[in-house]
């Protein structure tokens, strides 16, 4: 067998394992969503969106791009990537202490009757900086990476089940803060290595290091966010909580299809950090990566075209009526997300902060231009188009950029630079 074709099969591997347990974990979170939406009602559930698009603003500010950098750079590290673990969680740890403060602080001012549910929200920066799963990933144990991707949703899914119904805010606030912990509980064991850590490699990267290369992801994360959350805040603030609930539902049910293009960021960021040395086989692994993410989308809004209209309206029942047609105006977006997910991954492991940062800076200005007309309107479905178009945007501005930065070998590599960077 040619080493070509091992590392396809490798990396056939990679994305089965990974995306066979997020697409596990999105079956464990539409079961979740099945209690949760009946249990807690539209209003309640509107409310719920509002609250997790702050937590996923948070998380990232919290984050700082920092998990991205410790996975692309800890094959790398002088004595492997958990040398990197003191200064990253020492980091992490300080920075979820300061956002949690400042948003709790926010909320005692402008809405206090919020501040016991967003206090435990909040509590899950914590638990997400603690979890070590990117640790298996770095030591290219997918496998073992994507079962701890099953800890969180089966947990939560487990607990409520025991909670039971009417599900109010701050109950449900304190089962996800409880799932959260219990997922980095479960993945602490990988702090022992795997094998013996490598002798060569560069030295562990400093913490003021480590912000200069992730503050540019953050901001990047932090747009991603912007989509994912924005439209959902915004109509539950302008167009009332009962449309949101109907709204956040559609947006869960596709986000459940978006494991395989996860799982592909994943391995792009892993794979092509550790290949950075070897720029042919880099563009190869990318080019593998992005016919089979783009093919894997296609098949899934078709699915999606095809099965939502029955499902959707047989589980959720009439009070959520106004799905239906936003979960199908939601499905180009679907499909968009698979090979910008893939284009993300390898500019952040060629350390291409800059394009990352101009696509989502593209994807933001004509998200704002289309999401202003649809709310003022009144339409959920206009909303949900409006995601399409940003990510058009954005990922015309990441395919020049991946070209240009892949499509020819540096040819005078800089002490201490990847042969493929920016």
Known sequence: MSATTAEARRGLLRLAALGGARALAAALGFLATLQLAPAAGPAVLGQWSMLLAVQGWALHLAECGLRSVVTAEGATTAGGPRRLLPVYLGTRLLLASLVSTLLLAGASVLAPETVPALALVLTSLFAIALQLDWLALVDDRPVLAGALLLVRPAAFCLLLVAAGSPLGLDRLAALFALAWALAALTSWPLLKAAGPPPAAGAPPLSASRMLRLGLPLALVTLSNQGLLAADLFLVGLLLGAERAGAYYLATSLVVAGLVLANAANQAALARTGALRADPRAARAELARQLATGTGLGLALALAGALLGPVLVPLLFGPAFAETV??????????????????????????????????????????????????????????????????EVARLLVLARATRRIFAAVQRKPVAGCPAIAT
């Open 325 to 390: 047609p936003v979960f199908l105006a939601l499905l180009p977006w679907l499909v968009l997300q698979h090979p910008s997910a893939v284009l993300q991954g390898a500019l952040a492991a060629a350390r291409g902060q800059r394009p990352l940062l101009a696509g989502n800076l593209a994807m933001a200005l004509v998200f704002a231009a289309a999401l202003a007309p649809a709310l003022a309107a009144g339409s959920t479905i206009g909303c949900a188009l409006a995601r399409s178009l940003a």
